[in-house]
Nanobody, 123 residues
Framework: VQLQASGGGLVQAGDSLRVSCAGSGDTFSRYTVGWFRQAPGKAREFVAGIDWRGGGPAYADSVKGRVTIFSDIPKNTVYLEMSNLRLEDTAVYYC?????????????????WGQGTQVTVSS
């Protein structure tokens, strides 16, 4: 499967933003999809994930309550809806996929990666 992340941009603190991960080459219904992010000088970290049944979903403690991950299987797209954005949410956001049954929180657990979309939160 090929992944294409999009929807990033420059927003102000407190704003909301939705980023998308569109899949091609195979149906997302066979994959677990995760969102990761990487800020300059920092390691890539898990943000949220959803399993192949559309369940899961798992969230990092740093975003819990502010982020929702959901899938639209007919559109073969997984979305990450972010609200009340903070300066520390600034990062390149990547979507990733694997054939596991459950959401993994480690980047090494994912085989397929999108190119990333930049999210910048300003004060």
């Amino acid at each position: 499967v090929q992944l294409q992340a999009s929807g990033g941009g420059l927003v102000q603190a407190g704003d909301s933003l939705r980023v998308s991960c569109a899949g091609s080459g195979d149906t997302f219904s066979r994959y677990t999809v995760g969102w990761f992010r990487q800020a300059p000088g920092k390691a890539r970290e898990f943000v949220a994930g959803i399993d192949w049944r559309g369940g899961g979903p798992a969230y990092a403690d740093s975003v819990k309550g502010r982020v929702t991950i959901f899938s639209d299987i007919p559109k073969n797209t997984v979305y990450l809806e972010m609200s009340n954005l903070r300066l520390e949410d600034t990062a390149v956001y990547y979507c990733a996929a694997n054939r596991a049954l459950r959401v993994g929180t480690m980047a090494s657990q994912y085989v397929y990666w999108g190119q990333g979309t930049q999210v910048t939160v300003s004060s």
